[in-house]
C-alpha cells in the first residue's frame, strides 16, 4: 500500500517555474515507478512523464520534454515534477501515481495508486 500527498501546486505567472513534490508512505515506494498526471478542466487525464523506481530512467510526454523534469529521493520517499518555462495552457490539477512495477510506463490504467492532486495555474 502506498499513500501520496502533492504540494507545491500555485498560481505562477508565464515563464516562470514550479517544483511539485510527491511525499509517499509505505514501503513499496522504493521499488515502484512513479509518474505524474494532469487534469486541465472539461479535458481527460494526460501523461505528464514517469520514472523507474531507482530513478534511472525517465520518460516523458513529447509536449513535457525540455521543460519538465521528474526525479525522485528514494531516501525521503519523496518524487518530484520540476516546470520551467510555464504556459497558460499547463495550468491543470497534477497528480502523483505509483505503479507495482519499476519500469517508467505511461498508461494511466497500469499505476494503481494516486494523490489527491494540487493545483497549478499559469497566468498570461
Known amino acids: 500500500q502506498v499513500q501520496l500527498v502533492e504540494s507545491g501546486g500555485g498560481l505562477v505567472q508565464a515563464g516562470g517555474s514550479l517544483r511539485l513534490s510527491c511525499a509517499a508512505s509505505?514501503?513499496?515506494?522504493?521499488?515502484?515507478?512513479m509518474g505524474w498526471f494532469r487534469q486541465a478542466p472539461g479535458k481527460e487525464r494526460e501523461f505528464v512523464g514517469s520514472?523507474?523506481?531507482?530513478?534511472?530512467?525517465?520518460y516523458y510526454a513529447d509536449s513535457m520534454k525540455g521543460r519538465f523534469t521528474i526525479s525522485r529521493d528514494n531516501a525521503k520517499n519523496t518524487v518530484y515534477l520540476q516546470m520551467n518555462n510555464l504556459e497558460p495552457e499547463d495550468t491543470a490539477v497534477y497528480y502523483c501515481?505509483?505503479?507495482?512495477?519499476?519500469?517508467?510506463?505511461?498508461?494511466?490504467?497500469?499505476?494503481?495508486?494516486w494523490g489527491q492532486g494540487t493545483q497549478v495555474t499559469v497566468s498570461s
Open positions: 501515481a505509483a505503479a507495482r512495477v519499476r519500469t517508467t510506463i505511461s498508461a494511466d490504467s497500469l499505476y494503481n495508486y
Open positions: 509505505g514501503r513499496a515506494f522504493s521499488t515502484s515507478a
Open positions: 520514472i523507474s523506481w531507482s530513478g534511472g530512467s525517465t
